[in-house]
């Protein structure tokens, strides 16, 4: 069974910053692209940024030169750094990975986890 486990977030001030990871474990026999989205209340998951398993990267306008995403394949890993947070980066933010299982190539999901900007 395959599982996303994310770590990090919590409180920060504007302007402020934070970082969130996670972590794939299982029967992994590849992955492929990772990334993070996020929920904010009352407003649909949108795209944060996403990595390929080569490094290329890609970003939401709204986080362009403020979020970087990065990976570590060896570890199964993606990390985001967020700095110059602001009070609209609030959301439940997600971790996302294309996994290759003994069976099958699946779309997989972290359980999420608060990232609140306010002073």
């Known amino acids: 069974q395959v599982q996303l486990v994310e770590s990090g977030g919590g409180l920060v001030q504007p302007g402020g910053s934070l970082s969130v990871s996670c972590a794939a474990s299982?029967?992994?026999?590849?992955?492929?692209?990772m990334g993070w989205y996020r929920q904010a209340p009352g407003k649909q998951r949108e795209l944060v940024a996403t990595?390929?398993?080569?490094?290329?990267?890609n970003y939401a306008d709204s986080v362009k030169g403020r979020f970087t995403i990065s990976r570590d394949n060896a570890k199964k890993s993606v990390y985001l750094q967020m700095s110059s947070l602001k009070p609209e980066d609030t959301a439940v933010y997600y971790c996302n990975a294309q996994i290759r299982t003994l069976m099958q190539w699946g779309d997989y999901w972290g359980q999420g986890t608060q990232v609140t900007v306010s002073s």
């Open positions: 990595i390929t398993n080569g490094g290329s990267t």
């Open positions: 299982g029967r992994i026999y590849a992955i492929n692209d």
